[in-house]
């Protein structure tokens, strides 16, 4: 690429610096920004990519997105920069190095900081993929550290390179075949050349393993399409790791994407078992085994035809050379017979090639492979020594090892002491993951029946996005069926009892039988908090345990989302989107009057606003409990310098004359927020 150096401006709002790295699609430059020169960094991309009119477009149009795009493990895009030859994208410096130097330096990582390094990776996937952006490149080298690694570092995960798959995949796709880094690369994506949010959890699982392991599971001999055909082909080599660990990476290196968990849910999990296996060892780094196991397949069958009557072909002796003598597995049975229906008229027929015959004179009888004479008698001769007297004795034998063994089987006590053990307590497991609401709040429910004690177990974990999320939760726990009774339940948390209290439709709006609302809930962004809820119930088993863990998550969300409901009650729950409302038109030097209104299920509502601007006393609880209150509201000028922002980000002013003009806000998750557009004139 054409050099660039120190010194050198870009744009009109940068200057390059220092060259701190380099890859496939192009240099990364420590630069400043103008006027106080903040130290950011630079990516620019290849020159020939800029020589490609498809690419600068969708360049282009990526930018609003990716420029939106805000989380604490997400490196902030600051801009997109277009000049001349030159295409880059200005984002935050992180100075941690990345986890792909990580690897190179340490090897294998304990399991605690592995499991913490993947929930905060797949932590920032959700965020982005709540936004329909996918990542398609996740690996070490994406992942950057906030600050130099130490063991049992957490919340310093920041992942780079979104929107680069997708700006340059295409013409890369046109010169390899191949989008994205082949170690990494899903399935889905090698076999249809289709990828989304399940092609970032599996990249995901695969750096996991290598977090672990020390390796990639399918690295080994072979080019880069050899690689990605494991992919799709063999299965993943079991790491020296508990049962529960080795589940969740399986999970997330599932050949099926619907199998794969959604990124928010794989996070909460692995957070979980980096808590219960935190004094694990790092393994011994590991080799690349000498060969793969192929994923099962259905066998191939070779059915022979049905004699009349039933029995077994008189040609199938002959059938079962051909079979064997062409390496067909045969199966271990006749099967029954089957009608002659013809042939098919639409069937391929496949012809033998026609050999010349041979004069009779000249043949000379060979004896059958070994394999082939043992087909024979399997199929109808018997050796000589085999009378009817030694069958019917040898039968008899047979009758009396098998009486023997079930004599033992019966009678030899089992457990200790020669005393049967007792059965164990049967119990069931359900689980289940909503979708995460527009505030960002997700929600997973793990249920646990104790047949013996005949009671329920409900574990829910409230997670947040970009934005801290606070105040009640309602949450239904239903009887077993519609017509019986709601449930008595005892809440609490690893902190103690939780004061859930019954739902009141009257104080709340909201209908919901058998809802209880649970009070001062505080979910940390990016984080998760847990409660759990204790009732008797008495489920038959699993499939039981998991239709009634279905219908009460159903009926929650049915509940928060009625647009029969009015009011402001669960706002986490209920709200919908926020509409940045302003007048149509607006004198310049004067400050913009803004009202954030809140829109829920019934729509919007501007009697209740979330917040105005310029604001006058006590921001509401609304908006304190779905944005953390003013920290999480920010605008942002859409009029090409028409309006200024002051340094809080919370008052707006309108400084010169423009026809048209939108502005841009971010309150809490909701990040790319637009007014209508509204006229900017100068005084009369």
């Known amino acids: 690429m054409a050099q660039s150096r120190s010194g050198e401006a870009l744009g009109a709002s940068y200057r390059l610096v220092e060259l701190i790295g380099s890859g496939a699609a192009g240099e990364v430059w420590r630069a400043t920004v103008a006027p106080h020169d903040d130290q950011v960094a630079a990516k620019l991309l290849k020159p020939e990519h800029a020589a490609d009119p498809g690419l600068v477009e969708r360049f282009v149009r990526e930018r609003s997105v990716l420029v939106s795009l805000r989380h604490p493990g997400i490196v902030r895009v600051r801009d997109l920069v277009v000049e001349g030859d030159r295409l880059a994208i200005v984002m935050d410096l992180v100075p941690g190095g990345s986890v792909g130097d990580l690897l190179e330096q340490s090897g294998p990582l304990p399991a605690r900081d592995a499991l913490t390094i993947a929930a905060e990776v797949l932590d920032a996937l959700a965020a982005a993929h709540q936004r329909d952006v996918s990542h398609r490149d996740v690996k070490p080298d994406n992942v950057l550290l906030a600050e130099p690694w130490h063991p049992g570092l957490a919340g310093a995960v920041r992942v780079s390179d979104f929107g680069i798959a997708s700006v340059v995949g295409e013409q890369d796709r046109r010169t390899t075949g191949l989008l994205g880094t082949p170690q990494y690369m899903a399935p889905e994506l090698i076999s249809n050349g289709r990828s989304g949010p399940a092609g970032d959890v599996y990249a995901t699982g695969v750096m996991l393993y290598q977090l672990l392991a020390g390796r990639t599971p399918f690295a080994g001999p072979g080019t880069d399409f050899t690689v990605a055909y494991r992919h799709v082909t063999s299965t993943p080599p079991r790491l020296d790791l508990p049962g529960d660990v080795w589940a969740a990476i399986d999970g997330l290196l599932a050949k099926d994407p619907s199998a794969r968990p959604a990124a928010a849910v794989a996070a909460e999990r692995l957070r979980r078992l980096a808590a219960a296996h935190a004094d694990l060892p790092a393994l011994a780094a590991v080799e690349a085994p000498e060969g793969f196991d192929e994923i099962e397949r259905p066998a191939t069958i070779v059915r022979g035809a049905a004699a009349p ?78 009378t009817g007297r030694v069958a019917a004795l040898g039968g008899v034998g047979v009758l009396l090892v098998v009486a023997l063994v079930v004599g033992l089987v019966v009678l030899v006590p089992s457990g200790k002491g020669g005393e049967a053990s007792a059965p164990a307590t049967a119990s069931a497991t359900a689980n289940q993951q909503d979708q995460a609401l527009p505030t960002g709040l997700g929600v997973s429910r793990d249920a646990s029946s104790d047949t013996a004690a005949g009671t329920v177990t ?7 996005q970009a934005a801290p999320l606070s105040g009640p939760l309602l949450e239904v726990v239903p009887g077993l069926d519609s017509d019986a009774a709601c449930p008595p339940v005892r809440w609490s948390s690893t902190q103690g009892p939780v004061s859930a209290t019954r739902n009141q439709p009257s104080l709340t709006g909201v209908s919901a039988p058998c809802g209880w609302t649970v009070p001062g809930v505080e979910v940390p962004a990016g984080g998760s908090v847990e409660v759990e809820a204790t009732f008797p119930l008495a489920v038959a088993d699993a499939a039981a345990l998991d239709e009634w863990l279905d219908a009460a998550a159903t009926a929650t969300s049915e509940a928060v989302g009625s647009d029969r409901v009015s009011g402001t009650a669960y706002p986490v729950q209920r709200l919908r989107d926020v509409v940045v409302t302003t007048p149509s038109r607006t004198v310049s030097q004067t400050a913009l009057p803004v009202t954030l209104v809140p829109v829920w299920p019934s729509g919007p509502d501007e009697l209740n606003p979330l917040y105005t601007s310029p604001s006058t006393g006590t921001p509401s609880q609304m908006l304190q409990d779905v944005a953390g209150g003013e920290a999480g509201v920010r605008f942002a000028d859409g009029c090409s310098g028409a309006l200024a922002v002051s340094t809080d980000g919370l008052v707006v002013t309108a400084l010169s004359i423009a026809p048209q003009c939108v502005l841009r806000a971010t309150v809490g998750n909701f990040t790319a927020l637009e007014s209508s557009t509204f006229g900017i004139t100068a005084r009369d």
């Open 309 to 386: 009557g039933g029995g077994a072909s008189g040609g199938s002796t002959a059938e079962l050379e051909s079979a064997l003598a062409h390496g067909t597995d045969v199966a271990p049975e006749v099967q029954e017979a089957r009608p002659d229906l013809g042939t098919d008229g639409s069937a391929t027929v496949v012809r033998p090639l026609r050999r010349p015959v041979a004069d009779p004179a000249t043949v000379v009888d060979a004896p059958p492979p070994p394999r082939l004479e043992r087909v024979r008698q399997l199929a109808g001769s018997r050796p000589g020594w085999l």
């Open 458 to 464: 409900l574990a829910i974990t409230w997670s947040a």
